[in-house]
């Protein structure tokens, strides 16, 4: 049989509400998440049965059963009930441990590829409990959705239809940050509703950038910005650049800025003078 390639793209939070810590330990979250084009790349040949391997262009990315790809392989084995073979191989294009669901997106690709490889026939619904079982955002990336407003642990995703077709700039600084510590360290909010999720959404249809603004709202940012200031500094170089909006995505440190065009996304990213910086213009998908 032939080999089955996947695309696995990064997300970013444009909102990222905490209401409140559940019993299980997870926060419950409104995040309005959206896909970008960046994306990784997934190919998956057939390999005899007990052989599953890994390779991936990146340095310094483990391949090993740790990482999310090899996860998602052996809990699709179990389903299977059996060791059924691959062998897998990754083109990394999203940073790591950046805040946007690299890794979650390679294993949501990764369930979709081996579902259709192994021919198991495993339904949307079964994929979606172990993409769960690998991490919070892995349903949204497994989800066809280009975007979509997440509840829960950030599983429940009602689907958003048609967002303006923007540009995004990414910085990312050479720092990595833990997404468990960060939640540890937040204070919880004690107004948050998660009404600015709802109110975001319905600024970025009007094209209402001053109530954007207001209403896109990152949590997360409280805790991970004190502790690396730097960040602070990507969103005010962006925002001089011209950014009709600027934040953190997820617990960091990427920062991600919206622009209406491409060329405007460009030249904010050369007032970013740091070269141990990852840069890279995108858009919403
Ligand atoms: O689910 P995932 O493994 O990506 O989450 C990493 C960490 O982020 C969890 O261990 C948890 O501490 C925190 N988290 C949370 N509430 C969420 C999602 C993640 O507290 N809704």
């Known amino acids: 049989m032939k080999g089955i390639t996947l695309k696995a793209h990064a997300k970013v939070n444009l909102t990222l509400e905490a209401l409140a810590k559940r019993p299980d330990g997870y926060h419950e979250l409104r995040s309005l998440m959206v896909k970008l084009a960046l994306h990784d790349t997934l190919s998956f040949c057939l390999a005899p049965e007990g052989q599953l391997s890994l390779s991936c262009d990146a340095f310094g990315l483990s391949c090993g059963e740790d990482n999310l790809v090899m996860r998602a392989a052996r809990l699709l084995q179990a389903a299977a009930g059996r060791p059924l073979g691959a062998r897998i191989a990754l083109c990394k294009r999203i940073p790591m441990a950046a805040g946007l669901a690299g890794g979650s997106a390679d294993a949501a690709a990764t369930l979709l590829g081996l579902n259709r490889l192994w021919r198991l026939s495993l339904s949307q619904r079964r994929l979606k409990a172990l993409a769960l079982r690998l991490g919070s955002d892995v349903p949204f990336c497994l989800d066809a959705c ?121 030249n904010a990213l050369k007032c970013i003078k740091s070269a141990r910086f990852f840069k890279c213009s995108t858009h919403f998908l």
């Open 146 to 266: 280009a975007a979509a407003v997440a509840r829960g642990r950030g599983e429940r995703l009602s689907r958003v239809a048609s967002l303006p077709p923007l540009h995004v700039a990414l910085v990312k600084p050479a720092i990595s940050v833990a997404t468990a510590w960060v939640y540890q360290n937040l204070r919880l909010k004690s107004l948050a509703q998660g009404q600015h999720t709802a109110k975001s959404l319905a600024a970025l249809r009007l094209g209402d950038i001053q109530a954007l603004r207001q209403h896109a709202i990152n949590h997360l940012e409280s805790v991970t910005i004190p502790e690396h200031p730097v960040i602070a500094g990507i969103k005010r170089d962006l925002d001089k650049g011209g950014a009709l909006l600027s934040r953190m995505s997820g617990s960091g440190p990427t920062v991600f800025a919206l622009f209406a065009t491409q060329s405007e996304a460009k």
